[in-house]
């Protein structure tokens, strides 16, 4: 039999593992999950988030599945009371709301003029509501209590922040109040980060209680207001189900998602719990045709703790995941009413092709793949583990205007997000079911590919085009050209090497995946961090090539001598650190070829 011969029939005995395995999928166990997690409100740390735990940890010990339960101690943050009046003899109260990790009052008020500042929709990125901001211009808003439009997200309680304010009241999009964690830092602080939890007392008003605010904010009104948090650190559960590979066992890919949620958070993310608790059930049932190992990871703080129990996790088995991880697979909000495109789906360049190919195979919907915007759990940027999904289907932009949606981060496009309202009706039977089986899919695939299906060329022209709109921002006060030779070299490594990857003698797949997982530990920081590796960036925007892109501000720069200075020296130490990477990845694939 020639290697040609023995892949392709690798390839088939693959489909038909597939087959087998995605119509062992069905709705008979998790349904039943999601309808007991209806009944629990899973706060981080809670006694109804250990009863949520323990329906799983039934299942697992009742099936055989191995299991690891971890109880870190990490910094959570549980908003409970929030009160708002204008002050005065016919001062109106209104319903309130406040952010986990922002400042207690003790439940006492606090009094200050309240001072409208309108939110510039033009400075919200697209769908990246975590890292919206406001101007407030020259406007002096110290010892006052800001008022603008929008979620109480990082990048605008961080601007009124820092202006000085002495609290900030935020205004919903429509009836409902979302909930809300309003910190930039990511996962449990540390000593460099620890500085950024936040100072301001913060409240959420709904819109129309909003723009009774406003007025008032108009006529030069005060407020009183109060907010009660129970803010420390409290042990959290971290489950981890690991079915062993039968090949390459020390060879993994990730798949994770949260256990915790706002209210009973059905949407939000009792389907994606019960997503992985099912594939850990079908998996497991189908072990001994596993090449690979399947991690499957429920998460505690999320909600209450940024991306505590993941960014835990990250920190504690870091060297474990840069030596064997092959992907980090999220899994938050599947299956949700309405949900019928992959429309907003989250995949690093190198996983597009895979992940297209598997989401049309399986559902036959075409998705619309976007780079993984800085939130959902993606704690592993800081490792460089190739990623892909993060949120799961959505509703099409139609179906939201349809029904006048505004945008939010998960349950499928459903607006009853973070609220009281992400019931049992969210969830949709035959979508999950769909969801279920495209996840299964994407996994089977990874785990049992002779060579891990990512493609560094995809990286590769990711950065050629992030270059090419840099430079063209900075005209000709700076020239990318050193980093555009040195992709150059590395793609004539890759096509080399992705020649001999085409038809791999079974003695060379451990080099050439070593070689495919390492290129992700030298390519991905670079283009997703910029903090030193195993750091976390804030919870706020990364651009492509982040030490790069302050190219952007160049025509700001111009015309004065200090700000082109800074720009210049700020742009070569980012290039510098962009070459290296591309020599670094380019010595390692020629390694591999010799
Ligand atoms: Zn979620």
């Given at each position: 039999m020639s290697t040609g011969q023995k892949q392709s029939a690798l390839q088939t005995g693959n489909q038909e593992i597939e087959r087998r395995l995605l119509d062992d999928i069905s709705l008979d166990t998790p349904w039943p999950v999601i309808e007991?997690?209806?009944?629990?409100?899973?706060t981080s740390g809670s006694a109804e988030e250990r009863a949520a735990l323990e329906i799983l940890t039934d299942k697992l010990s009742a099936w055989g599945v191995p299991f690891q339960l971890h109880e870190p101690t990490c910094f959570i943050s549980v908003p409970l009371a929030a009160t708002v009046r204008v002050v005065g003899q016919q001062g109106r109260s209104f319903r309130a709301k406040t952010s986990a990790m922002s400042v207690s009052t003790g439940g006492e008020e606090i009094e200050g003029e309240l001072i409208y500042i309108p939110a510039d929709s033009a400075r919200q990125a697209a769908g990246d509501v975590i890292s919206a901001s406001i101007d407030l211009?020259?406007?002096?808003?110290?010892?006052?209590?800001?008022?603008?439009?929008?979620?109480?997200?990082?990048?605008?309680?961080?601007?009124?922040?820092?202006?000085?304010?002495?609290?900030?009241?935020?205004?919903?999009?429509?009836?409902?109040?979302?909930?809300?964690?309003?910190?930039?830092?990511?996962?449990?602080?540390?000593?460099?980060?620890?500085?950024?939890?936040?100072?301001?007392?913060?409240?959420?008003?709904?819109?129309?209680?909003?723009?009774?605010?406003?007025?008032?904010?108009?006529?030069?009104?005060?407020?009183?207001?109060?907010?009660?948090l129970d803010t420390g650190w409290r042990p959290i559960?971290?489950?981890?189900?690991?079915?062993?590979?039968?090949?390459?066992?020390d060879e993994f890919v990730l798949l994770h998602g949260h256990l915790d949620s706002w209210h009973v958070g059905i949407g939000d993310n009792a389907t994606g719990d019960a997503t992985m608790l099912e594939l850990a059930r079908v998996f497991w049932q189908h072990r001994d045709q596993l090449d690979r190992t399947l991690r499957i990871a429920w998460w505690s703080g999320h909600s209450h703790g940024r991306y505590a129990g993941s960014t835990w996790y990250a920190d504690t088995f870091a060297i474990d995941l840069a030596k064997g991880c092959v992907a980090q697979v999220n899994c938050d909000s599947p299956g949700c009413r309405w949900a019928?495109?992959?429309?907003?789906?989250?995949?690093?360049?190198?996983?597009?092709?895979?992940?297209?190919?598997?989401?049309?195979?399986?559902?036959?919907?075409?998705?619309?793949?976007?780079?993984?915007?800085?939130?959902?759990?993606?704690?592993?940027?800081?490792?460089?583990?190739?990623?892909?999904?993060?949120?799961s289907s959505t509703m099409s932009d139609e179906a939201r205007a349809e029904r006048e949606y505004y945008a939010v981060g998960g349950c499928?496009?459903?607006?009853?997000?973070?609220?009281?309202?992400?019931?049992?009706?969210?969830?949709?039977?035959?979508?999950?079911?769909?969801?279920?089986?495209?996840?299964?899919?994407?996994?089977?695939?990874?785990?049992?590919?002779?060579?891990?299906?990512?493609?560094?060329?995809?990286?590769?022209a990711e950065f050629r085009s992030t270059l090419a709109e840099y430079q063209a921002a900075v005209g000709d006060a700076f020239d990318f050209i050193p980093a555009l030779r040195e992709i150059d070299a590395l793609d004539a490594s890759l096509e080399r090497f992705y020649a001999a990857c085409a038809d791999p003698d079974e003695s060379r797949l451990a080099g050439l995946n070593g070689v495919q997982r390492r290129l992700g530990r030298i390519l991905i920081p670079v283009n997703y961090s910029?903090?030193?590796?195993?750091?976390?960036?804030?919870?706020?925007?990364?651009?492509?090539?982040?030490?790069?892109?302050?190219?952007?501000?160049?025509?700001?720069?111009?015309?004065?001598?200090?700000?082109?200075?800074?720009?210049t020296a700020h742009l070569q130490r980012g290039m510098n650190r962009l070459v290296w990477a591309l020599i670094q990845a380019r010595e390692t694939v020629d390694a591999a070829l010799v």
């Open positions: 007991a997690f209806a009944g629990l409100v899973r211009g020259d406007v002096d808003v110290r010892g006052k209590i800001v008022i603008t439009e929008g979620m109480p997200f990082p990048g605008k309680v961080s601007a009124v922040t820092t202006g000085g304010a002495k609290a900030g009241i935020f205004v919903a999009p429509g009836q409902n109040i979302h909930e809300s964690i309003c910190t930039t830092v990511w996962g449990t602080p540390d000593l460099d980060s620890a500085d950024r939890i936040p100072t301001l007392p913060v409240i959420a008003v709904n819109n129309p209680d909003g723009a009774a605010l406003i007025a008032q904010a108009k006529q030069g009104a005060r407020v009183a207001l109060s907010t009660t559960p971290v489950l981890v189900a690991e079915i062993p590979g039968t090949r390459f066992p019928d495109t992959f429309n907003e789906l989250s995949a690093m360049s190198e996983t597009v092709p895979f992940v297209n190919q598997v989401i049309e195979e399986v559902t036959g919907i075409t998705p619309q793949t976007e780079r993984p915007p800085r939130a959902g759990d993606f704690s592993f940027n800081g490792i460089g583990l190739s990623s892909f999904y993060m949120l499928g496009g459903n607006i009853a997000w973070h609220t009281e309202d992400d019931t049992l009706e969210i969830a949709d039977r035959d979508n999950l079911l769909r969801d279920m089986r495209m996840y299964g899919a994407s996994l089977l695939r990874v785990i049992n590919a002779p060579v891990h299906p990512v493609d560094w060329r995809q990286t590769t910029r903090m030193p590796d195993f750091r976390h960036d804030p919870a706020l925007n990364v651009p492509p090539l982040p030490d790069l892109a302050p190219a952007l501000t160049a025509a700001s720069a111009k015309a004065d001598v200090a700000q082109r200075g800074l720009l």
